[in-house]
């Protein structure tokens, strides 16, 4: 996991850089996305063909039945009146079904989906009250699932079509984009 290492870095650096100078703003923020475990790329309802020694073939039908909205924490440093850059920390989680249709036979698989992205922002406006942008972020993701002895290690992404910051010190925001967060997304913040 380098590279999560590498992004927890550099939201450090964001907050370190503060103590040098009063001119530039960081950002902090707390984002709840959409974007549910059905429509999410990582998790999903699939139909797999499996071999099994006992039954031969037959198809194994995996459901999401329970999931929780992707969490994510971002720091962004504002390095001109433009541009922001910086990290986001992701974790979701989801319990899937998994039933062979030969059988009738039902397992239950529990996920946790963990992440961190490096990201960018252009703002068209950045007034004191308000701005408006677009961005993108990518990075790398690590599932793990308890009831299974391997991780996987994924790329995930986010791009923000539109995104609106509301609020001086304290505001809220709301995106539009594709991704990891979903179609929509908003959250709270503190610029300080």
């Known amino acids: ?18 103590a040098q100078t009063n001119e530039k703003k960081v950002n902090l923020q707390l984002i709840v996305g959409t974007n549910n ?25 995996y459901e999401v039945d329970h999931y929780s909205p992707v969490v994510s924490i971002s720091a962004m440093y504002e390095i001109t009146q433009h541009i922001q850059i910086g990290g986001d920390i992701e974790l979701s989680t989801a319990r899937t079904k998994a ?17 961190a992205m490096a990201s960018v922002k252009f703002l068209y406006t950045n007034k004191p009250n ?24 994924k790329a995930l992404g986010q791009l923000t ?20 967060k979903g179609f929509v997304s908003g959250g709270v913040g503190y610029r300080f």
């Open 1 to 18: 996991m380098k590279q999560v290492s590498i992004i927890a870095v550099i939201m450090l650096m964001c907050f370190a850089s503060t």
């Open 37 to 61: 475990a059905t429509k999410n790329s990582h998790f999903g309802n699939h139909k797999w063909v499996m071999y099994d020694p006992h039954d031969g073939y037959s198809e194994k039908y």
């Open 99 to 115: 039933t062979y249709e030969a059988t009738g036979k039902t397992e239950t698989h529990t996920t946790l989906l963990y992440g």
């Open 130 to 153: 308000y701005s408006l942008y677009s961005g993108g972020s990518v990075g790398y993701c690590r599932e793990t699932k308890k009831s299974a002895d391997n991780d996987e290690i």
């Open 161 to 180: 079509a539109i995104g609106i910051r509301y609020g001086s010190k304290w505001y809220c925001t709301a995106e539009l984009g594709a991704g990891i």
